[in-house]
């Protein structure tokens, strides 16, 4: 049996027959096979494939490469303007066609342009620095029963890591204290300002790592001497008008004073360093001297961060190892063992963990929507001028017989689809401009109005009008150019050959797909806010005012809090540290009745006077309430803390030592609450002590009659005024409190909602036109069917199975990604709904009225057409 010859990779051979010049064909092609017989024999056959390959590649080249046909001696400018003309007067022919096109995908361009803005603004948060790569954020992962992430450091983490070791070029420390309070004088006035942003104690190194310039003074003595702050120049002039603000005297809630001694330049909109008040970190110790302190090794207070500038040459790894020895040296005998870390600059803005303003899925979520809405109006592009194909069959016919080659008409319908792109970018490219102060208002974000000089986003509008050309325009094209002359002058073209019923299907399936699991996403995102407001939280939260306290004597609190209780409308006050459910909370170890060891979870402490339990109208179970007391005596505990110690019955509790603080606050159990929701839904419910300590307290509780709330506020204020006349006068309700645990899922809502209705809008434009064709090509159809007997419902039905069916494949496709999608964004919730059928049937029911709607009035009124005019028809 004679052996069978090598044979190279066919395609490739294939290829290079394609391109290679007739009259160097045979003799390049011997030389190819021989070259790839001499490495079969030699080397095997698949290394013999992969060489040939590169044989062919490399010889795609000017000088080997076949010349172009001439195009009728057209000149390129002749060509394209060729080109343009016929493709405008096309256009123009077919003007509900060209609307449709135009309408989806400047509707979905104009959502990917201002998605990208979105995004990009986002990705380059703080990346202005000049040394961005290097600088880091220690954090801490505190590991208990459970792990936690706190973007926080102990304050003397900073001052170990500067003395004892060379890893950072800088170091520094910064506390920040948010919804500030700052008094000064002005024309002898004195002026009270809420900055909620507040102002940071900073050490000047800060100012060596963070590139953000000073105007007036200087970096390294500017923040030398304590009580000495260094401004913006927005708040200088905010504060001073025309004024020198150098020399100025500022204070926080009239009672701790800064020098200002220098200007800084203001802040970019694109940093999460928001402070715009730097106090010198020497001052710390007059504000919090437990926190100022190198002994204050026991606890993190939010707020408290540390920075790093690393060597070229230091690897945060070797910087983590190097802080392990300090969590047994400084906490040998804490249960709560900490973990420092090094945080990117770059992973500060989204990383959700640790105080991210974002998560990086969201991220993804938006630009995945945007290539939805994107492939969303190519695919209508791509439905109807596959459907448009039999009225241009005709002509493509005639220009094939009268010389015009595949390759110059596929340029033709390229060219096409291209003047529709571009005229849909430049109507996205005015529209996105007009929509930036919605956006900005929307996602709460600074996109500036001129954000179109921005090269990046250039780049990217060029890059998108060639992409949304190729997708639209390359596979009608194919199809148009791929008719044969005589079936198309004859008119004897099959479906098929014009694109096929199942390529239409096809791609209606995936449209509605998309759009199905958008509004599934809707559905479910509704659903979890909707019980994240109707949840019972253990406690009344309804007509209650937190109101923010104006000194610190327990005698002026419980003075006030009397004159409270005095005013018509108001039921219960209390004196509390924060609500039951607060964003901020005191979260302490504990030791436990005899044990010497201190437990490994961490209490949530709820520091506040014995009118709490009645005015929050807490469920006691056991036990009894607090006596009033100006210090720590007795503790109230709710179920989640007998839990975690092992009870199960609450009356074994009652008596036992609770010893919190490191020991500085004890007492007995003396009752048990309820569960109560202490956060978010988000996260469990923590264990919890309620205690009395007076010198903690920050807020009052004031618990309002629900029918008179305004008059109310307005007496309250009134008697704060009397008061505190030089103290701001600062309330909250406690239902808005909770609700802005929920902003960030509420703004996702939003957007998916607002680009969900993009989606299917879209989708409906395309499903009108592709209705529009079929009713015309069906007219004929209809009279006879109509004439035979045909009733109303069964014309309804000629049309309606159709899209039915889709649909239904369309939801098969869409119910497991919609629900893959969305029971990964439900486990970001600890308490969370279920997803029941009922969310997929509400999707599908809204997918079949929407289509019902849009397709409704052109299929009556096909329906109810005279017969007679229907058989007349051409």
Sequence with gaps: MSKRQPAPPKLFLRFFRWFCHPRMLDYIEGDLIEVYERNFKTLGKGKADWRFILDVLLLFRPGIIRPRKPYQNLTPYGMYRSYFKIGWRTILRNKEYTFINIAGLALSVTCCILIFALVKHHLSFDDFHENKDRIYRVVTEQHRETVSFVNSVPSPLGEVLRENHTYGEQVA????????????ERNGALQLIKEPNGFAFTESAFFEIFNFPLIKGSIKTALSEPNTAIITERLAKKYFGEQDPVGQVISYDNFLPFTITGVLGDLPEKTDIKPEIFVSYSTL???NPWLASDHAWGGISSGMYCYTLLRPEVSPAEVEEALKPYVKQFRPESKNVHHYKLQALSDIHFNGKYGGAMEKSDIGILTSIGIFLLLTACVNFVNLATAH??????EVGVRKVLGSFRGQLFWQFIFETAIISTISILIAFVTSLALVPYVNDFFSVRIPDNFFADSTLLLFIFGLNIL?????????????TGFKPVQALKGKLSMQQMGGFNTRRSLIVAQFAISQVLIIGVIVIMNQLRFTRQAELGFDKESIVMVSLGGDSLKTMNALKNEFLRLPGIEKVSLCYQAPASGNSWNNSIRFGSDTEEVNFLTNMKLADSDYIPTFDLELLAGRNLTPSDTVREMVVNEAMLQSLGFTSYEEALGEMVYANGGNMKGPIVGVVRNFHD???HQGISATIITTASGMYSNFAIKINGNSVKATLEKIQQLWEEQYPNKLFEYSFLDDNIAQFYDAEDTLLRGIQFFSA???FIGCMGLYGLVSFMISQKTKEVGIRKVMGGGVMHIIWLFGQEFIRLILIAFLVAAPIGWWFMNGWLQDFEFKIQLD???FVTAIGASLLIAALTVGYQVLRVA???PVLSLKTE
Excluded at 471 to 480: D, V
Aim: hydrophobic residues 50%; positive net charge; proline residues 2%.
């Design 285 to 287: 110790k007059d504000f």
């Design 864 to 866: 109810y057409i005279n």
């Design 389 to 394: 194909a039999l009225k241009r069959s005709k």
């Design 758 to 760: 993009i989606a299917v």
């Design 679 to 681: 956060r978010s839904l």
């Design 468 to 480: 949304v050309t190729l997708l639209a325009g390359c596979y009608p094209a194919l199809i148009l």
């Design 173 to 184: 420390r910064m506390y920040h204290e948010s919804n500030a309070v700052i008094t000064f």
């Design 837 to 839: 059928m009922w969310t």
